[in-house]
């Protein structure tokens, strides 16, 4: 199987073939998610929450995330290779980002993720000039939680709608080529990702009209023992076992079957 590019999302997005993504932390998943046609495996710093047990994923290390990095790359699968950018590894300036993205590139990584809005835009444009493909990541932040007040919808309103498009805008300007869109209201992804030119969106509590759909493995396997948000459906109600699972995940995307009216805001 051909493994997955950069290039070949872009044409997924043009095509308007949605894009399949899920998060894999080691070689085993990252192998089953590509024979399952996940077309990109996120390296998420959620791994502090569903490996570590972290109660959010502000203690997670770069060497966290590139020793992660490593054993997803070396699945040698079919998926894209996305990894975050830990809390605190990307805020100082650009210089201290691009060494953060350098070891996760050198990693494994085919692209990194960092969360922010505007704010964000000079970073982004740094890395990208310099050959770091840059994933970008708004509404609800998980690295900001302390600051938002919990893991509550983002976007709301006329104001917070106009942030967001705001955000989007200025990213994509940045040359961000994906950007996850996480806990916003329907209707406001849905009018984020027609008002944008090439970045396509990726959509987590989203809705079903961004141009991809993410979701942390562990969440949709229902494997997680804490509580799950709203926007989670766990894949193994009848299915015959995990990569039948995950195959159905990638099935329900494709059709616009997933996320379903009750997975949204
Ligand atoms: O860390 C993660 O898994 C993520 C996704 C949920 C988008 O950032
Ligand atoms: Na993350």
Redesign the pocket.
Known sequence: QKPVTLFELGKMRAEGRKIA?L?AYDRSFAALCGRAGVDAV?V????GNVLQGQKS?LPVTLEHMAYHTECVARADGRAFVIT?MPFGSYHENREQAMRSAARLMAAGAQMV?L?GGEFMADTIRFLVERGVPVCA?IGLT?QSVHQLGGYRVQGRGEEGAARLRADALALEQAGAALM?M?MVPATVAKDVTASLASMAT?G?GAGPDCDGQ???LHDMLGVFPGRTARFVRNFMDGAAGVEDAVSRYVAAVKDGSFPAAEHCY
């Open positions: 993504m998060t996120l998420g710093d959620s791994l994923t975050d993720k969360e990541h998980p996850v996480e990726i987590i993410v979701l942390v």
